[in-house]
């Protein structure tokens, strides 16, 4: 199995601009999480999805963060317009049962840079 | 906050020693897990204890959970070079909650 596929693994942009992250869980998996990572915060969770339905997303931080599961192979996580304090790394996550605290597959993370 | 706390925030050891690492957080769980992170890669799931265990053990390493201190600990024994990586504690607390990471423990193994 090919893991967790994120994309792209690198991404800078000027503040303003629309970022686009793309996640494609492990096959099968049908709970994904999105995750943002910074030295100050650690590792927050923005959203989750079941069976492609947003379950939660209280910790998206603003309205510019939306996301999105079309279907059970792909999601993405956009900031519309991007913010330097965007500046992170974005990890998507899937895991093979509605039970949420069972342990997760991370991709590798996309390092956004918003200047 | 559910938040675990990892402790120390560094830790620097010889190859052969054994490294021990400990979480620390404030609500009920139903589970703790303990995950591995390698620079510029993703989070990697190492063991799992729930709420019911005192010990786990998995290769090199063992994990404990005292529920009534609210605290845990990941020991590795004879560390390797290879183990150098940031070690994370993670929980989630009754019903079907997501986790919660810590910030982490930043391991590095010198040969």
């Known amino acids: 199995d090919a893991g967790v596929i994120q994309s792209p693994r690198h991404e800078v942009t000027e503040m303003g601009q629309e970022v686009t992250l793309r996640c494609k869980p492990i096959?099968?998996?049908?709970?994904l999480f999105w995750y943002r990572q910074t030295m100050m915060r650690g590792l927050e969770l923005l959203i989750y999805?079941?069976?492609?339905?947003?379950?939660?997303d209280s910790g998206m931080p603003e309205d510019r963060f939306s996301a999105k599961m079309p279907n059970a192979s792909f999601s993405t996580l956009k900031i519309q317009p991007s913010e330097p304090r965007d500046s992170a790394v974005y990890f998507c996550?899937?895991?093979?049962?509605?039970?949420?605290?069972?342990?997760?597959?991370f991709g590798n993370g996309t390092r956004l840079t918003v200047t | 906050s559910q938040q675990g706390e990892e402790d120390p925030q560094a830790l620097s050891i010889q190859e052969g020693e054994n490294a021990t690492m400990n979480c620390s957080y404030k609500?009920?769980?139903?589970?703790l897990q303990w995950y591995r992170q390698n620079s510029g890669r993703g989070l990697v799931h190492l063991i799992l204890?729930?709420?019911?265990?005192r010990e786990k053990h998995s290769g090199r390493l063992r994990v404990t959970l005292d529920t009534s201190k609210k605290s845990s600990s990941l020991l590795i024994t004879a560390s390797r070079a290879a183990d150098t990586a940031s070690y994370f504690c993670?929980?989630?607390?009754?019903?079907?909650?997501?986790?919660?990471f810590g910030k982490g423990t930043r391991l590095s193994v010198i040969a």
């Open positions: 996550a899937s895991t093979g049962t509605t039970v949420l605290n069972s342990p997760l597959h």
């Open positions: 096959s099968g998996h049908n709970s």
């Open positions: 999805f079941n069976n492609n339905v947003p379950i939660d």
């Open positions: 609500t009920s769980i139903n589970n």
């Open positions: 204890i729930r709420s019911n265990e």
């Open positions: 993670a929980t989630s607390g009754s019903g079907n909650t997501p986790l919660v």
